[in-house]
Nanobody, 126 residues
Framework: VQVVESGGGSVQTGESRLLSCVISGYGFSSWCLGWFRQAPGKEREGVASMSRDDRRVYADSVKGRFTISKDNAKKTLYLQMTSLKPEDSAMYYC?????????????????????WGKGTLVNVSS
């Protein structure tokens, strides 16, 4: 499985940005999919997830501003980010999990998470 994110960049406070994640491999619609982020000096945190039954979970810090979605035909996961704030600045990682055993980390994800992208950087300036 290969996971490739795109869409990061520099934006101003209040602007929007769409992140995309193309996921290769068989089983896209049956995986736990989501986005994590890590800012410098901070721990990685879960941002949004979509479970196998399409249930969406969001971190409190992004509820009402971020929307996760997917296109099964294109095997692509999206994160639409609106009303961006400087505290949203981070490296954003797409994650894919097919685990049945592990420690629950965020929503449907069980550590260790199976596959990660290399990340795409989002910088929000005030």
């Amino acid at each position: 499985v290969q996971v490739v994110e795109s869409g990061g960049g520099s934006v101003q406070t209040g602007e929007s940005r769409l992140l995309s994640c193309v996921i290769s491999g068989y089983g896209f619609s049956s995986w736990c999919l989501g986005w994590f982020r890590q800012a410098p000096g901070k721990e990685r945190e879960g941002v949004a997830s979509m479970s196998r039954d399409d249930r969406r979970v969001y971190a409190d810090s992004v509820k009402g501003r971020f929307t996760i979605s997917k296109d099964n035909a294109k095997k692509t996961l999206y994160l639409q980010m609106t009303s961006l704030k400087p505290e949203d600045s981070a490296m954003y990682y797409c994650a894919v999990d097919n685990s049945a055993i592990g420690v629950r980390s965020f929503s449907c994800f069980l550590d260790p998470i199976d596959w990660w992208g290399k990340g795409t950087l989002v910088n929000v300036s005030s």
